[in-house]
């Protein structure tokens, strides 16, 4: 039986984020159920990378992971892990009176944001509906996020720092010895003095095997589907189209264009599959945007973001037991925060001073921890 200072719980970007920050300081093992890293919600994330429109934790967060994003140490990634795609906001006549407000309180906050006219806003998403889009303005900062590159930035960088990784290896038993855990994997039996529970979806049921109390975390089902753009549109120059209310987002995808109806359906955590109603929803959306009409779905999917109560993350010892460890909550917004809460979470692993990008903007741990709850 080999014996860790740290097991983390989880394969996904959350984990494995933590294990690329906590480096060589301490011993660590990664314990993934799934045969594939990032199988779950990393693997099916929409992956855009925005500084604006979430809560003003999450907006902050995004900003201490830029720096991450733009200049990603040596030898982390062969192509840049941002790729700018520019987004666009609409809203149909009913909503213009709102979306006039909404625009003039997002001016507030950025100065580079464009009120579009139709015509200039056809000229830029030509498959847009004249009839539909009454409002518009055009937001330059929406990125692309190489979520592939950047998962394995985080896993090659651990593994160089002496991080193991097990795949096929979830835990199916956890006892505490008073000194440290034994857990019984599918792949054997290890010991750690702390646990990080890193498995999203799975948080309070995983909590429960350890003999911790839940807190709360609900897996919601998110859909999206692939379709064909029309001849002579190029997906490569297109921005993300984004409705006023979040009632469904539309942006080019591997030459494609992906839509969601931007759903969020509590569900029990697993592989989750999209259901048929969230998928006509999608094409709904999709042609009464725009011009479209839906032929042939080339693909359709669903993946979980799991959400605390108050749809923060969560970050810090239990309240029950220190050392179980949560790193669980982070929503859907888990891969463009993931520089930041990793190396948060690792600060706080190994006991040393929260990153410089929080200490510059005044935000600390504290507003993660679970003792919130």
């Known amino acids: 039986m080999q014996t860790y200072d740290i097991a983390i ?79 666009v906001m609409i809203a149909n006549p009913e909503k213009l009176e709102r979306f006039e407000a909404h625009f003039a309180a997002e001016q507030t906050k950025a100065d580079n944001l464009t009120r579009l006219s139709i015509d200039e806003a056809l000229a830029m998403v030509p498959i847009l509906d004249p009839a539909y889009v009454a ?9 692309d996020i190489e ?7 985080y896993v090659k960088g651990a593994r160089r720092a002496g991080v193991e990784i097990r795949q096929k290896a979830g835990v199916i038993s956890a006892r505490d010895d ?6 019984d994997t599918e792949g054997g039996t290890v ?23 839940p807190i709360g975390i609900v897996p919601h089902r998110r859909t999206a589907i692939l379709v064909d753009l029309p001849d002579g549109v190029d997906a490569r120059t297109m921005p993300e189209i984004n409705e006023l209310d979040d009632e469904f987002y539309i942006k080019p995808d591997a030459g494609r264009l992906l839509v969601s109806p931007a ?13 048929e109603i969230d998928v006509a929803w999608a094409a709904h ?27 923060l993350p969560v970050i810090g010892p239990a309240r029950d037991n220190p050392r179980f460890f949560w790193l669980v909550g982070q ?13 948060l979470a690792a600060s706080l692993l190994t006991g040393s001073e929260a990153p410089e990008g929080f200490q510059r903007v005044g935000l600390t741990a504290a507003a993660f921890s679970p003792q919130r709850f």
């Not at 409002?135 to 990125?143: C, I, K, R, S």
């Not at 979520?147 to 930035?153: K, M, N, P, R, T």
């Not at 891969?335 to 990793?342: D, Q, Y």
């Open 178 to 183: 008073g000194r440290q855990w034994l857990l």
């Open 147 to 153: 979520v592939e590159s950047l998962l394995q930035g």
């Open 135 to 143: 409002g518009a303005y055009h937001d330059p900062e929406f990125w």
């Open 285 to 311: 959306h999709l042609e009464t945007a725009t011009t479209m009409h839906v032929r042939r779905i080339a693909r359709s999917w669903a993946g979980m973001r799991s959400f605390a109560p108050d749809r």
């Open 191 to 213: 010991a750690a003095r702390i646990v990080v529970n890193a498995t999203g979806g799975w948080a309070d049921p995983t909590a429960g095997l350890f003999g911790v109390a």
């Open 331 to 343: 929503g859907g917004y888990g891969i463009l925060s993931s520089p930041a809460l990793g190396a």
């Open 9 to 87: 719980l989880g394969g996904g970007i959350a984990g494995l984020s933590l294990a690329y920050f906590l480096g060589a300081s301490r011993s660590v093992v990664v314990l993934e159920r799934e045969e594939n890293l990032g199988y779950h919600s990393t693997g099916r994330s929409a992956a855009e990378f925005v500084l604006r429109y979430n809560s003003p934790e999450v907006c902050t967060l995004a900003a201490i992971s830029r720096d991450f994003f733009d200049h990603p140490p040596g030898g982390f990634a062969e192509v840049p892990l941002l790729v700018p795609r520019g987004g």
């Open 263 to 275: 759903d969020e359906t509590p569900c029990e955590p697993g592989d989750v599959q999209p259901e």
